[in-house]
């Protein structure tokens, strides 16, 4: 199957993009609704969350990104495989990941992921980023206490953004000791990772671990 070709950067703030995604029946999408899940943050063509759904077969996953056509290819790799424990999902974080969230079963999400997020260097666009105090103050609200968050950028900038906006919630504590995690702690990177990998470049890297809920 040949990749689908979009555009590289898509305005989350456009009216294109402003009604809320519905929530699918999560009953019809995972075979088992028992099983823990890891939230994919804008995971692009899908394919560390494909990986994964491979070897992790005990947990369900769920991708969710904004440029359609990227979700529907993902779809149909899904569907090549028979993974029955993933599922893409057109969507704007901006202004759906609280309904989104609010339907998912009670106590599952139990690991999120946000990886190489569009940086929007310009100061006028940073408002377009994907991590917002909203988007903490969501993801503190429904992971389980004990639920990791783990963050990467080759972007210093937006890296320590990230990383000060889940600081900064009291729900959150960042693991290790170093400012940066020199180890990916997942069994699988990025295409973008690698690729920034093979150029010598760095990467910057932070898990966080919900401790509490913030209150």
Not at 89 to 107: A, D, I, Q, W, Y
Not at 127 to 145: G, S
Request: proline residues 8%; aromatic residues 10%.
């Amino acid at each position: 199957m040949a990749a689908v070709r979009v555009r590289q950067h898509v305005n989350p703030l456009s009216k294109k993009y402003q009604t809320p995604t519905s929530p699918p029946d999560w009953s019809q999408i995972y075979a088992d609704l028992g099983q823990p899940i890891h939230l994919d943050i804008g995971c692009a063509r899908g394919r560390f969350v494909l990986s994964m759904a491979q070897i992790q077969l005990d947990w369900n996953f769920l991708g969710l990104e904004i440029r359609e056509p990227l979700v529907d290819e993902a779809n149909q790799y899904r569907d090549q495989l028979g993974l029955a424990n993933l599922h893409y999902l057109f969507c704007n974080v901006n202004n759906s990941l609280r309904p989104l969230l609010s339907s998912l079963p009670p106590g599952k999400l139990q690991r999120v992921t946000i990886q190489f997020p569009d940086p929007w260097f310009k100061k006028r666009h940073q408002k377009r980023r994907m991590v917002q105090p909203e988007t903490v103050a969501d993801l503190a609200n429904y992971l389980v206490i004990g639920g990791e968050v783990f963050i990467q950028s080759d972007v210093e900038a937006v890296a320590i953004e990230m990383r000060d906006r889940f600081q900064e919630h009291p729900a959150f504590q960042k693991q290790g000791a170093t400012e940066w995690l020199t180890q990916n702690p997942l069994p699988v990177p990025t295409e973008r990772e690698i690729a920034t990998f093979n150029k010598g470049e760095p990467v910057y890297r932070v898990l966080f671990r919900k401790i509490g809920t913030g209150d």
